[in-house]
């Protein structure tokens, strides 16, 4: 098993800082989905991870710990995630992504 | 090299993988995207092989988005690590023989400009500090010093990163890595001041934990580069394997570098800075008003 970032949508909607999506190395791995707190009643979307793009180095949790100082972003083990998004899964929208989500498929 | 080429042939679309759907349907060819819409639209950069935390992809993904016109932008790199993301992309890249990058985009940059006249086709090259001030060190002086109109973009991690871990002329003097266990005896080579003597009209350094300094700087070299002459950018990039910085660490280091030896530093040409002002409308260019007169 490996290490994967997941983002808690209860602390990311609570801001639109997004500063996580500017600072991963990875391509389209950190998506934003300006829906996905607003749903719960939050003021802003929240941001997702692509787990099948994430190569688990936890730069976006410094990040979101250092700079952003929200807390919002944990490594965990990718068969421990209950659901997440993959890349086979997200549709991309005039300004924003959504995801459906799945339980990730780990061989 | 225009907006055809990122379209489906007919009767294709329904075979065609779903990133490359997403690119023609979501990417940002023909838009402006900036860093502040990053996650909200499909990039140019795909999956690539480079190491997990590198901050030299990081760099290599800001700068893919910084470009003004992705569409009608050609990159040029060699051998190292850099090249492994820049040819994972969805603009043309041109590989080159170990250091003749920049003899390979001065010849592109001409003919481009012969081809298409007036419309503007950006060059970028992008190549490790092996690759432009070791082995390819004149070729890049020379198309400085020949004035050639495209910008160079050195992505310094500091050592030979590829190859295990040798010594390069960018390397900092002491510096102590697998493939030199004496240290290195030499200083820095200082490229900055090269670029300068040798005519490029905006030179600057850069680290990427600021993407929306990355993104400036960028866009105003790619800009300049299209009329005034070349333009130059230094961004460190370290490399976490060679170093051995903790990938989660990797933007501390770029913070603490960034306040001892790697300051943002830029420097235009007068002539660069009217054609921003005029050309593009940059604010921060345009002639100061002269100060009004008050009656005493």
Redesign the interface.
Known sequence: MYLVADINVDICAQTSC?LC????????T???N?QAGRDKGYKYGA?YVAVD?C?????C???CD??AKHNAIKMIMIDQLPNAAI??NIV??E???TAVLAGPAVG | MSLDYVKFSPGFDKFMP??YK?MV??GPFGKKTT??????????????P?C????M??FI??AMISFPNPEDTITVGTAGCGRLAISQAAIPFVYGNYGDQNGVASGLSRGLRLRFGDKPKDVVVMAGDGGMADIGFSCTLHSWFRKEKFTTIMLDNEVYGNTGGQESGMTNKGAVLKMAPLGKKFEKMDMLAMAKSAGCAYVATVVP?N?RRVEAVIKKAVLIAREIGPTYIQAYTSCNIEYAIP??????DAKNVEGDRYQFTEYVTDEAKQFLAERYGYKEFLPKPAPAVTKA
């Open positions: 997004k999506t500017q600072f991963c190395p990875e391509a389209n950190i998506l934003y300006d941001a793009r190569k688990g180095c936890a730069q949790v410094w990040v250092n700079m890349t086979d991309y929208g300004k924003s992504t | 779903k990133e997403d349907e979501h860093v502040s819409q990053m996650g909200s639209f499909k990039e140019i950069l795909e999956e690539h480079m997990a935390g590198c901050a992809t990081l993904r800001l934990n993407p990938t989660d660490k990797v933007m501390e």
